[in-house]
């Protein structure tokens, strides 16, 4: 599989730098989209690239995901150094401590299971994820029509519940009682290692949030020096794409090898 010139050219002068942050979404980006979450897998050849970047100097590597951090660590196979950041950021693999929540919003995640077992009885084939900080409402491989039906219901509830965090995708809607979001989590990570640039790679709304953080993050220099590349199709402010993971995994490849190379 070939590169698109442009981003290999990008690729090359990222993997020239120093220090670099290498982040990704997973699923829909490193592990194709399925019909049960519990079943996603990475695609061939992902991890290894990304522990092989993770074993380089100077380079850190995360993922980057809407799932806890538990079914992250399991699904992806990642291991240290590889850091996972779960719950839409909310989580973070370094921190045992895991996810603290106040009585109040223990409460309302109560409450919210209590609708959502409701929903699920108005609309069969829905699926509800359990997440620290929240439930996933999960309509892939309904129908469009009950799709669409079960999906608007998850906004409304979200709407009624005004504390949640509603975080809409594709064919899900996250209701979360903290959240953090992909882009605040990425441009913290990157400020916290102080590294020289930042890639991220992504397919979803989520991923998008995170293309706009890094793009307007207040560090002028690292802003300039960020590689974003959307996975599929759709609008995006990323400033590369690709096609699907098979030719994500060439791009980690390739920052594999001119990594390698420029040290």
Avoid: C, N, W
């Amino acid at each position: 599989m070939t590169l698109d010139p442009d981003l290999r050219a990008a690729v090359e002068a990222f993997a020239a730098l120093p220090t670099v942050l290498v982040a990704t979404d997973f699923d829909g980006a490193l592990a194709p989209l399925v019909l049960d979450p519990m079943d996603s897998r990475p695609v061939e050849g992902g991890m290894p690239a990304l522990t092989a970047l993770a074993a380089l100097p100077g380079t850190t590597v995360a993922l980057v995901s809407g799932r806890a951090v538990g079914p992250l660590r399991q699904l992806s196979g990642a291991r240290e150094p590889i850091l996972l950041l779960g719950s839409h950021g909310a989580e973070d693999s370094r921190r045992p401590d895991g996810l603290a929540l106040s009585d109040e919003q223990r409460a309302l995640l109560q409450r919210l299971q209590d609708d959502l077992a409701a929903l699920v009885d108005e609309h069969p084939g829905v699926r509800i994820e359990d997440k620290p900080a929240g439930r996933v409402v999960h309509t892939r491989g309904l129908d469009p029509g009950a799709s669409s039906a079960a999906l608007e219901a998850a906004l409304a509830l979200g709407a009624r519940h005004t504390d949640l965090a509603v975080t809409p995708g594709k064919e899900v809607v996250e209701l979360a009682v903290a959240h953090v979001g992909k882009g605040v989590a990425l441009v913290a990570l990157a400020r916290e290692l102080g590294v020289d640039a930042v890639f991220y790679s992504g397919d979803d709304v989520t991923d998008e949030q995170g293309f706009e953080a890094l793009a307007d993050d207040r560090d002028r220099e690292r802003a300039a020096r960020r590689l974003t590349v959307r996975v599929g199709p759709g609008a995006t402010t990323a400033q590369h794409r690709v096609a699907d993971e098979p030719a994500l995994v060439e791009v980690f490849r390739a920052m594999v090898r001119a990594r390698r190379t420029s040290g």
